[in-house]
């Protein structure tokens, strides 16, 4: 199947629609020098994997979000066979499971939220701006396609209903994932990744006596994370409160601050 945005073969004509219509306005007295095959209006890609869109409530949900985030970095801090482990193996997991282990805390906390298209000034920021800007360009961007992910994500934990407990020690078997890449002691977090799966079905079974599928479907629908990148989540919910800072660095700090 073709997945390429049906209007990438216009991507070209439509760059220079908007410069043409940035020209027109500087020069009113020479209307007719356009070419009149080009549109005036800037044209936004109503293709989902392009389609870049924003948070509608910023202020609101960046803060909200932003308390999700400590919090679960702080669950990792407080859980003492992670503080066990070598500072470079906390710090590996770290990157791999941050993401995940906030999409499940915006679950726990019945987060939602809504989003708009991005401002079409954003899209003039793409072209005009020059290249000390490159680098917030290369950046992901939000897209529709993302962010239907995220929230598809949600309403399936929210239909599970997770008690207090599942969610903890779900939390802990993404923690201790024994198939990151260089790791010091992968077969330790092997077996506290194994420890935390045994103590959510021990919690999972006198829950739900009647439902010997929730086990499996939990672990299933906790794969869903893993489609959600960090970038989609930096972008979305933190980059307007950290402008230009790392947020890997900024959550490295949170962990390893005694």
């Given amino acids: 199947m073709d997945n390429r945005c049906r209007c990438s073969d216009h991507s070209n004509r439509h760059s220079n629609a908007i410069l043409y219509s940035i020209l027109s306005q500087m020069d009113k007295s020479e209307p007719n020098a356009i070419n009149p095959s080009y549109s005036l209006i800037p044209h936004r890609c109503n293709c989902e994997t392009r389609r870049t869109v924003c948070l509608q409530r910023p202020s609101e949900i960046c803060k909200e979000a932003s308390a999700v985030l400590v919090k679960t970095i702080y669950f990792m801090k407080n859980l003492p066979a992670f503080n066990q482990l070598p500072p470079n193996d906390q710090f590996t997991l770290l990157q791999s499971c941050w993401a995940p282990l906030f999409v499940l805390g ?38 529709m396609t993302g962010v239907s992910k ?10 599970l209903d997770l008690s207090p407990k599942e969610y903890a020690y779900l939390k802990g078997t993404i923690i201790f994932n024994p198939d990151v ?16 799966q045994h103590a959510l079905r021990e ?16 672990l299933l629908t906790a794969s869903m994370l893993q489609t959600i990148t ?6 979305l919910f ?3 409160v950290i402008g230009q800072a ?3 660095e900024l959550l490295v700090e949170m962990l390893f601050c005694r």
């Fill in 106 to 143: 915006l679950a726990q906390e019945g987060l939602d939220f809504e989003v708009i298209d991005t401002p079409a000034d954003s899209m003039l920021k793409k072209i005009l701006l020059n290249s000390q800007e490159s680098s917030e360009m290369e950046r992901e961007q939000p897209t």
């Fill in 150 to 159: 995220l929230k598809s994500c949600l309403k399936k934990f929210w239909s």
């Fill in 181 to 196: 890449p260089d790791l010091k002691v992968a077969l330790f977090v092997e077996g506290l990744q194994q420890e935390a």
């Fill in 203 to 218: 919690v999972v079974q006198p829950l739900h006596p009647g439902d010997q599928g929730r086990f499996a479907r939990i």
């Fill in 230 to 235: 960090p970038g989609l989540i930096t972008e």
């Fill in 238 to 240: 933190f980059r307007p």
């Fill in 246 to 248: 790392d947020l890997l």
